[in-house]
């Protein structure tokens, strides 16, 4: 199982290679507020570990392994985006609350909390009775 900061890292080089088309070491210490040379020395663990491939002056791509984990992610962020917006807290507190227990759910719970988000935009009178 990677561990939460591996899950940190690879969603945000997925985001940036989605956004921008590349990430590179600066772009990722920018978005993670990681100091540049320990960015650097996690994306070479990152590539020892084959979830990325990494050439120090061409940059870095993910392997199928590494996108893996990163859609993983991206979907429990999205689901759990949703229910916290949901419930009426603003998208600040929304990514705080999300990317705290993003890595701490099992996939049944988010599988489940998946059909109570649905249910819950499906039945807007019960959201509503909910939050006041
Ligand atoms: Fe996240």
């Not at 561990?3 to 600066?26: F, W």
């Not at 791509?61 to 996108?67: A, E, F, L, P, V």
Request: hydrophobic residues 40%.
């Amino acid at each position: 199982m990677p561990s939460q900061t591996v899950e940190d890292y690879l969603e945000r080089i997925y985001e940036l290679i989605e956004q921008k088309g590349y990430a590179r070491v600066a772009d990722i210490a920018q978005s993670l507020e990681i100091a540049q040379p320990t960015v650097t020395r996690m994306v070479q663990r990152l590539a020892a570990d084959h979830y990325l491939v990494y050439e120090r002056y061409r940059g870095m791509n993910m392997t199928d392994k590494g996108r893996l984990v990163a859609q993983k992610i991206r979907r429990r962020h999205h689901i759990l985006a949703n229910f916290f917006q949901l419930l009426g807290l603003s998208p600040r507190e929304v990514l705080i609350e999300v990317d705290g227990i993003e890595h701490h759910l099992s996939e049944a719970a988010v599988t489940r909390m998946e059909r109570l988000v649905s249910y819950l935009k499906d039945n807007p009178k019960v959201v509503k009775s909910l939050i006041g």
